[in-house]
C-alpha cells in the first residue's frame, strides 16, 4: 500500500519568514494530494491540493510542488504570522483511478511561528 | 452551510467497556470515511462509506471495530470490547464524490477516546 513521510515533524521560524515541508510518498499511482491545517482543538481544513498533473500550484502566501519522478511533494508559507501555527498533515491518494479515494497521511509537522 | 459534526468530542471509558462515536457528514455528501490518529501518529483510513454501503473496510484494526451507516445518513463506530490500544482522536470526513479529478474531504473536529 502507500506509504508517505513528512518532514520535519516540527518547525520553528521568525515570524516574516517562510517555511517548508517536504512530504515523499512510496506509490507511483498516486495522483492527489491535498495539505490540511489543524490548529489547536479544531478539525482538519484542507489548505491547498495539488494533482499529478501539474507541478507546482500557489494560493497566496501558500504553494504547493510535485515532482512526480522523485516522488516528494512540498507546502511553502511565505512571509509566515502567528496564525500559521498549526499542525500541517500532507496526504496522498489515487483518486479515482481505482475506485479507491481513502487519504494516507503523513506524521504532521507541528510549526510554530516566532513573532 | 454545517461542517461534519461528531460526538462526543471526548471520551472516556474503561478497559473492556463498549463506546459508539458518531459522525453527520455535511447533506448531501455520499462518501463518509472514518480516520484514527493513534498518540501522535500519521492519521490513518479506517473505512469508507458510499451511502450506506461499505466501499473499503481495509483499514479496520479488527473485529472489535463496527460501523454502520444506515439509510446512507449519519454513521456510528463501535468499539466492543474496548482496548487500551484503542485510544486516540478518531476523525470522520466526508464528501460530494469526485469532481475534477479529485475528491476533497472536510473533516469533523473529531472525537477523543482514552481507554484506560
Known amino acids: 500500500g502507500e506509504n508517505v513521510e513528512q518532514h520535519p515533524s516540527t518547525l520553528s521560524v521568525q515570524e516574516g519568514d517562510s517555511a517548508v515541508i517536504k512530504c515523499t510518498y512510496s506509490?507511483?499511482?498516486?495522483?492527489?494530494f491535498p495539505w490540511y491545517k489543524q490548529e489547536l482543538g479544531k478539525r482538519p481544513q484542507l489548505i491547498i491540493d495539488i494533482r499529478s498533473n501539474v507541478g507546482e500550484k500557489k494560493d497566496q502566501r501558500i504553494a504547493v510542488t510535485l515532482n512526480k519522478t522523485a516522488k516528494h511533494f512540498s507546502l511553502h508559507i511565505t512571509e509566515t504570522q502567528p496564525e500559521d501555527s498549526a499542525v500541517y498533515f500532507c496526504a496522498a491518494s489515487f483518486g479515482i483511478q481505482f475506485g479507491n479515494e481513502k487519504l494516507t497521511f503523513g506524521t504532521g509537522t507541528r510549526l510554530t511561528i516566532i513573532p | 452551510e454545517a461542517g461534519v459534526t461528531q460526538f462526543p468530542s471526548h471520551s472516556v471509558i474503561e478497559k473492556g467497556q463498549t463506546v459508539t462515536l458518531r459522525c453527520d457528514p455535511i447533506?448531501?455528501?455520499?462518501?463518509l470515511y472514518w480516520y484514527r490518529r493513534v498518540m501522535g501518529k500519521e492519521i490513518k483510513f479506517l473505512l469508507h462509506f458510499v451511502k450506506e454501503s461499505k466501499q473499503d473496510e481495509s483499514g479496520m484494526p479488527n473485529n472489535r471495530f463496527l460501523a454502520e451507516r444506515t439509510g446512507g445518513t449519519y454513521s456510528t463506530l463501535k468499539v466492543q470490547p474496548a482496548e487500551l490500544e484503542d485510544s486516540g482522536v478518531y476523525f470522520c470526513?466526508?464528501?460530494?464524490?469526485?469532481?475534477?479529478?479529485?475528491?476533497?474531504?472536510?473533516f469533523g473536529a473529531g472525537t477523543r477516546l482514552s481507554v484506560l
Open positions: 470526513a466526508s464528501s460530494q464524490g469526485t469532481s475534477g479529478g479529485k475528491n476533497i474531504q472536510y
Open positions: 447533506s448531501g455528501h455520499d462518501n
Open positions: 506509490d507511483s499511482a498516486s495522483n492527489y
